[in-house]
């Protein structure tokens, strides 16, 4: 019998996401990054849940805030990513590309995905088809770049784009409906991305969370997965660029929008 990996996703500080995954055959829950540790402990409180894991993607505050305080009330384990552990309060356990963690009755494979943050990770989750993207990749978006370069956040989305088309993807942000107006500035023809616009504005006109994603339907719209476009390649004047060169200047633009 498929183990069943039970998700519940909420809204918390002013644009993150909070996410609580669980296996009730195994008894154990993980939050996904600590954005609010008094948000977290209310959801686990409505669950009945008991938090036994924090899966840390990156060190800024705003995902990492929370943990001392949840790991204070519950005694959780805390992994993080190996080349940021200096910089994440707590952590018990640091780990990096090709390393697997076990939860439960899942298996997760941890990808590097450096570029937001020098020591970036995301928890791929096979047996579910699940990835959790902290900031690297965002639904029609993709994570400023602090500490990496260009060309490294670019391998980074490559990595996530290998994975299985049906992946469901969860990100740290709800930002997509602005990363649509971005999106249909660059390709204002592209239909998938027309479609996908009007179902978030849908959503948003309802309060309704754009996320998760999935990694077939970003494939068709996601600027930041597409410097393969000619009309992107054409309307930045880069027909010849290198892929990575033309998502440095979708990024450049988006960080002037």
Known sequence: MTPKLEIEQFPCLSDNYGVLIHDADAGVTASIDAPDAEEVLAQLAVKGWKLTHIF?????????GGILKLKQATGCTVSGPRGEANRIPGIDKAVGEGDTLRFGNFDIEVLETPGHTIGHIAYWFPAAKVLFAGDALF??????IF??????????????????????????????????????????????????????????????????TRLDLEMEANPFLRPHSDAIR?????????????????RELKNRS
């Not at 840390?56 to 990492?64: G, K, L, R, S």
């Not at 290198?242 to 998502?247: G, I, K, L, Q, R």
């Open 56 to 64: 840390v993607t990156h060190h800024h505050n705003d995902h990492t």
């Open 139 to 144: 639904s029609l978006g993709a994570g400023r």
């Open 147 to 212: 500490e990496g370069t260009p060309k490294g956040m670019w391998q980074s989305l490559q990595k996530i784009m290998r994975l299985p088309p049906d992946t469901q993807i969860y990100c740290g942000h709800e930002y997509t409906q602005s990363n649509a107006r971005f999106a249909l500035a660059l390709e204002p023809d592209n239909q998938a991305l027309i479609n996908f616009a009007a179902r978030v504005e849908q959503l948003r006109d309802h309060n309704l969370p754009t996320l998760p």
């Open 234 to 250: 054409s309307l930045l004047g880069l027909k010849d660029a290198a892929d990575w060169e033309v998502f440095a200047a979708v």
